[in-house]
């Protein structure tokens, strides 16, 4: 059931987002969906998704980035740390913390790949996309928080009834 809902996020992700003018074509609504499930107990789920997305964005060459499985394999890995060990995802300052921790490292890992490619071929890279992608990816997260935090219980609602899976 999770991989029907892995390929609905990913098509209005890739389909449906990244269509919109530049700064809303850079929501994170998949990186958002896989760290949440890391946040609400479902690691496995969580880590799985962010994984498969990477290894999709790759497959695809549809980020500016290369390498993007092993940056999201270090963001899953890092979101996982934070809710295991350091953070509490009771609160807003937490999935806050969260999200924001494993998106930082998602953009280090994304521009030191550009940068090793940028080293191999320097006319391939246009540096002012990765930057842009990770301001705007940065202003975006935040306000895609506020609105999911806001709708929470009737977003998990709505995916319950809807896709028939047991308590997020």
């Avoid at 290894?55 to 980035?65: E, I, P, T, W």
């Avoid at 490619?117 to 705007?136: C, D, F, G, H, S």
Wanted: glycine share 6%; with cysteine.
């Amino acid at each position: 059931m999770y991989g029907a809902t892995w390929l609905l996020v990913v098509i209005i992700q890739l389909g449906f987002i990244a269509s919109l003018p530049s700064p809303f074509s850079y929501t994170p609504l998949m990186f958002l969906v896989g760290v949440y499930f890391i946040e609400r107990g479902r690691f496995e789920v969580g880590i799985v998704w962010l994984i498969s997305f990477g290894l999709l964005m790759d497959v695809l060459r549809v980020s500016d980035a290369p390498l993007d499985t092993v940056s999201y394999v270090l963001a899953a890995v890092c979101a996982h740390v934070l809710v295991r060990r350091i953070f509490s995802q009771r609160s807003f300052f937490g999935t806050f913390a969260i999200s924001y921790g494993s998106l930082i490292i998602l953009s280090i890992s994304e521009i030191l790949f550009t940068f090793l490619y940028w080293m191999v071929a320097p006319e391939k890279v246009v540096w002012i996309n990765t930057w842009r992608l990770v301001a705007w990816r940065g202003l975006l997260l935040l306000v895609l928080l506020l609105f999911l935090l806001l709708f929470a219980r009737r977003v998990r609602a709505r995916f319950e009834k809807t896709f028939v899976i047991s308590r997020l």
